[in-house]
């Protein structure tokens, strides 16, 4: 069992940055491939990045290539998105998701899922 807790949201102006941490329980974190979705009001929750579990391999959205990274710090059981650039139209909650395949891109094939973060972006 993998237990996900998301933080690091908030409310930030266009063009501003945040950086999102998914703190996870357990000894195996290194075995997991991870990833980020988020969920806006009334959408479906979508891809935004995933990093492979030893860290070398990364995916991302088109939407949010250039500006967030993904990565992540197995001695501290932790991954990150550093999203820089922000806009009004990355405002969603935000996931963390955790499997042990990786290069994963759709909600449904990852097992485990944190309660999320709030992320919102004013114009």
């Known amino acids: 069992q993998v237990q996900l807790v998301e933080s690091g949201g908030g409310l930030v102006q266009a063009g501003g940055s945040l950086r999102l941490s998914c703190a996870t329980s357990?000894?195996?974190?290194?075995?997991?491939?991870m990833g980020w979705f988020r969920q806006a009001p009334g959408k479906e929750r979508e891809f935004v990045a995933a990093?492979?579990?030893?860290?070398?391999?990364?995916y991302y959205a088109d939407s949010v290539k250039g500006r967030f990274t993904i990565s992540r710090g197995n001695a501290k059981n932790t991954v990150y998105l550093q999203m820089n650039s922000l806009k009004p139209e990355d405002t969603a909650v935000y996931y963390c998701?955790?499997?042990?395949?990786?290069?994963?891109?759709?909600?449904?094939?990852?097992?485990?899922w944190g309660q999320g973060t709030q992320v919102t972006v004013s114009s």
């Open positions: 357990g000894r195996t974190f290194s075995s997991y491939a």
């Open positions: 998701a955790a499997d042990r395949r990786e290069g994963l891109l759709h909600p449904y094939q990852y097992t485990y």
């Open positions: 990093v492979s579990a030893s860290g070398v391999n990364r």
